[in-house]
């Protein structure tokens, strides 16, 4: 009858490891999408800084053509306007 009685106890001790277990393991498994989704934020983040970044330099040189181009303009203006007078 002991035997018997040990038995379940040992019994009821391993479904309790087990369901704590179970637990940990989902808690852990929850923890580690958050600092998944956290990484993918921060990627994305990242990501939008460099296309920022990337835009802000294609305007700068666009506008540095545009000055050079006026630049130019202004030079051809200036020497026509030698030649007429």
Not at 27 to 42: F, G, L, S
Not at 50 to 72: M, P
Request: hydrophobic share 30%; proline share 0%; aromatic share 6%.
């Amino acid at each position: 009858m002991q035997r018997k009685i040990q038995g379940i106890e040992h019994f009821k001790r391993l479904k309790t490891e087990n369901e704590t277990n179970k637990q940990i393991a989902f808690e852990r498994a929850n923890e580690e999408k958050v600092r998944d989704i956290e990484a993918q934020q921060n990627y994305c983040r990242l990501l939008d800084e460099q296309e920022k970044a990337r835009q802000e330099e294609l305007l700068r040189r666009e506008q540095k053509a545009f000055e050079f181009i006026n630049q130019q303009n202004d030079t051809v203006v200036k020497e026509q306007r030698k030649m007429i007078d």
